[in-house]
């Protein structure tokens, strides 16, 4: 059976051929693609409510800079800053690292709203982490009402503003045959919660997040993916 190349080695392939490189530092329209807007919140590992524009300042502040340009910066910290995210493979919320930390030109957007009344606004091409048969990435323009978009289920900030209990999605609506059934939710740290309203709108500056590993996080109560350096020299390469 052959084996599945993974990122870096298909990295490292692309790059060793010519033809397969172009301008990756100046690619604006490639880099700017899976952003939150700048009042997003976000849980610290130690429950301080932070928004991405607070966290990135942070960064600068005591971070090294990775690149800068017109379109974007990118920062990684020296000093640890957790953040939550989901482990796909295992279903449960872990604390994660902020590996890099990304100030961008913004663009067009879609604000979400779900259910529980969850809203977050996000460039059109940030992935939300949405359960339909399992996990899947989806942009945020892709998204479609009813989607169930996945959400911390033990993250308790989020839903006690709301003045809503996570316990009311315990279960999954499964369509089959024109019936509906009613399906035990089996994960302990999470939830799935329907969309309900999409809009659009417009942000001149976004923010993003590295996050190793999960590659993805959490912010406004809701796990969306992250922006990722290997993201970007596959997108230069004409393959994202």
């Known amino acids: 059976m052959v084996e599945k190349e993974t990122s870096l080695e298909k990295i490292k392939r692309l790059t060793s051929s010519q033809k397969n490189i172009r301008n990756v530092a100046t690619?604006?329209?490639i880099h700017h693609g899976k952003c939150i807007s700048g009042d997003s919140r976000v849980i610290l590992a130690d429950g301080i409510i932070r928004n991405a524009r607070e966290i990135f300042e942070e960064v600068v502040k005591n971070g090294v800079i990775i690149e800068e340009n017109e379109d974007?910066?990118?920062?990684?910290?020296?000093?640890?800053?957790?953040i939550f995210s989901l482990n796909k493979a295992t279903g449960r919320i872990e604390k994660k690292p902020i590996q890099h930390a990304w100030r961008?030109?913004?663009g067009s957007t879609i604000k979400t709203t779900l259910r529980n009344?969850?809203?977050?606004?996000?460039?059109?091409?940030?992935?939300?982490?949405?359960f339909r048969d399992g996990f899947e990435d989806v942009e945020a323009k892709d998204l479609k009402l009813g989607?169930?978009?996945?959400?911390?289920?033990n993250l308790d900030f989020f839903w006690k503003e709301r003045n809503t209990n996570p316990a009311?999605?315990?279960?999954?609506?499964?369509?089959?045959?024109?019936?509906i059934q009613l399906m035990k939710n089996?994960?302990?740290d999470l939830v799935f919660v329907d969309l309900v309203e999409i809009s659009e709108g417009f942000e001149e500056i976004v923010y993003d997040?590295?996050?190793?590993?999960?590659?993805?996080?959490?912010?406004?109560?809701?796990v969306i993916h992250n922006t990722a350096f290997t993201d970007v020299l596959l997108a230069a390469a004409g393959l994202m």
């Open 27 to 29: 690619s604006a329209h």
């Open 72 to 82: 974007h910066s990118v920062f990684s910290p020296k000093k640890t800053i957790e």
């Open 104 to 106: 961008l030109r913004g």
């Open 117 to 130: 009344g969850f809203e977050i606004t996000t460039t059109l091409e940030h992935k939300y982490i949405v």
């Open 147 to 153: 989607d169930r978009i996945v959400c911390p289920k």
């Open 168 to 179: 009311e999605y315990d279960y999954i609506e499964i369509k089959n045959n024109r019936q």
């Open 186 to 188: 089996s994960y302990s």
């Open 209 to 222: 997040f590295t996050i190793p590993e999960n590659h993805n996080f959490i912010a406004e109560g809701m």
